[in-house]
C-alpha cells in the first residue's frame, strides 16, 4: 500500500492527458483529489465521470488568485492538503528558432513560460502553508526537454530546464517540512497544445502522425507509454511512507533517453 488512503492531493491541469491518469490512479490509491483546470468543458467531464469523488475548480494556473482558490476549496471540502502537483502545461511543437519571426518570440516565451514555470510556482505558494501544516509535498511535471534538446523548440526545453532548476530551489528552501520533487515523463500521446499567441492553441500533440512508432524508435526500451503508465512515481514521491527521505530528487521515465548511447547494442534482445 502507498500510504496515501485519505491523503488529499491536489493536481493542476487534471481534465486531459497525463493529469486525468493522476486523477484515476490517486482516487484507486484512497486519496482525495482536487483538480484546477482551465477548460470548462474539461471540468465538466471530470465533474460527470468522478461525481462527488473530487472537488474540480475553474481557474488558470497563471493567475495565483486561481491557486488561491483551488487550495482554498481543497481544503473546504477534505479537510487538509498533502500534495501539490504542478502538472498543466503547454507546447511550442518544436519549433525551432529560426522559425519564429523575431518579434513574436518574446509573446510566446511569455505565455509557454507563464503556464510552465510562473503556474507551478504560483500553485507552490498557494499551497505552502497547508502543505507546511501536513508535512506535505510537491511534485513538478517535467519532461525529457527538462534534460535533453530535440524534445520541444527552445521554448519548451527552457521551461522545462527552469523547472529542474525550480525543484532543487525550492527543495532546499521548504526542508524540513515540505519535500519537493519532480518526475520526468518521455512522449505520449495527448492533448498537449500550443500557443494562443502564434495560432497553435488548437493543435495537440495526439494528432501528429506517428508519434507512437517515433517514440518506439527513438527509446532503447522501445515503447511508447500511455499516460497511465507515468503515474507510478507520482505515488511513490508523494507517500511519505514509500518517500520520506527524498527531497530534490526528479524521476525520469522516458524510456532510457539517457542511456542511448553511440552504437546500438541492443544486447537484451540476443538472450
Ligand atoms: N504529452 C507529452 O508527450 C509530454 C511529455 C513530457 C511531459 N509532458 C508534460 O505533461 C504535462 C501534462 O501535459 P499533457 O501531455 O497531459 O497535456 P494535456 O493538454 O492533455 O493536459 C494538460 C491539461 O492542462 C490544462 N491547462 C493548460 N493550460 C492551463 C492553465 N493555464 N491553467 C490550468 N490548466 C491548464 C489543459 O486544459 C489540459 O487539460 C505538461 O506539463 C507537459 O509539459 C507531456
Do not use: W
Amino acid at each position: 500500500m502507498s500510504g496515501l488512503k485519505e491523503a488529499v492531493v491536489l493536481v493542476t491541469g487534471g481534465g486531459s492527458g497525463l493529469g486525468r491518469a493522476l486523477v484515476q490512479r490517486f482516487l484507486s490509491e484512497g486519496a482525495r483529489v482536487a483538480v484546477l483546470e482551465s477548460s470548462a468543458a474539461r471540468a465538466e467531464t471530470l465533474r460527470s465521470d468522478f461525481g462527488r469523488a473530487i472537488e474540480v475548480i475553474v481557474g488558470d494556473v497563471t493567475v495565483y488568485a486561481d491557486n488561491a482558490r483551488a487550495v482554498e476549496q481543497a481544503v473546504a471540502r477534505f479537510g487538509r492538503l498533502d500534495t501539490f502537483i504542478a502538472n498543466a502545461g503547454i507546447f511550442d511543437f518544436f519549433q525551432p528558432l529560426s522559425q519564429y519571426d523575431g518579434d513574436r518570440l518574446g509573446a510566446a516565451f511569455d505565455e509557454l513560460l507563464a503556464v510552465n514555470v510562473k503556474g507551478g510556482l504560483l500553485g507552490a505558494r498557494a499551497a505552502l502553508a497547508e502543505l507546511v501544516k501536513s508535512r506535505g509535498s510537491i511534485i513538478f511535471t517535467i519532461s525529457n526537454a527538462g534534460f535533453y534538446p530535440g524534445g520541444g523548440g527552445p521554448i519548451y526545453t527552457a521551461s522545462k530546464h527552469a523547472l529542474v532548476g525550480v525543484v532543487k530551489q525550492l527543495a532546499h528552501e521548504l526542508a524540513p517540512k515540505v519535500r519537493v520533487n519532480g518526475v520526468a515523463p518521455g512522449g505520449m500521446k495527448t492533448n498537449l497544445s500550443g500557443l494562443q499567441s502564434n495560432g497553435t492553441h488548437s493543435q495537440s500533440l495526439a494528432d501528429i502522425d506517428g508519434l507512437d512508432q517515433m517514440l518506439r524508435d527513438i527509446t532503447p526500451l522501445q515503447i511508447a507509454p500511455k499516460p497511465e503508465d507515468y503515474c507510478g512515481p507520482y505515488v511513490l514521491l508523494a507517500s511519505a511512507a514509500d518517500a520520506g527521505p527524498i527531497t530534490g530528487a526528479i524521476i525520469q521515465t522516458d524510456g532510457g533517453l539517457g542511456v542511448r548511447g553511440i552504437v546500438n547494442v541492443r544486447g537484451g534482445e540476443a538472450l
